[in-house]
């Protein structure tokens, strides 16, 4: 997916980023300034709507009007079941919070997660979504 299109006035803005599971949502940050992706938090709430009061309370913190969400794929580039979950996601941020979003694919940062999976690398499989990201636009 392309990077969208900013004003020239939008030169230096926060971005979240979201490694969307069924269970766990991990989530960086990083700002456009520095172009660098960090960890933050894992959101492991029960319900959908305590994970997006939780989503809210960090757009809020980091004042973040644009988020990344990796978009699964098979390795082929066709996607499957949880693209279209990825995808509903997108949606429910747009149209909860008013922000932008941008899909990046994340078949690449997957494969360097797989091999250590747990809760605390959630927020890291978040920060090389929002990394790549950041890589793409220069």
Not at 37 to 42: E, K
Not at 52 to 64: G, K, N, S, V
Not at 72 to 100: I, K, W
């Amino acid at each position: 997916m392309t990077a969208p299109e900013f004003k020239a006035t939008e030169t230096e803005f926060t971005l979240l980023a979201f490694d969307f599971g069924l269970k766990r949502l991990g989530v960086a940050v990083g700002n456009t300034f520095l172009k660098q992706a960090r960890p933050l938090a894992v959101i492991s709430a029960e319900s959908h709507e305590a994970k997006f009061t939780a989503i809210a309370a960090l757009l809020d913190e980091w004042q973040a009007r644009h988020c990344v969400v990796g978009l699964p794929s098979y390795p082929d580039g066709t996607e499957h079941a949880m693209s279209a979950r990825c995808r509903r996601f997108a949606h429910q941020l747009e149209g909860r919070f008013g922000v932008t979003t941008i899909l990046v694919d994340e078949r690449y940062t997957s494969a360097v997660q797989n091999a250590r999976r747990g809760e605390s690398d959630d927020s890291e499989a978040a920060a090389l979504i929002l990394q790549q990201y950041f890589d793409e636009l220069s």
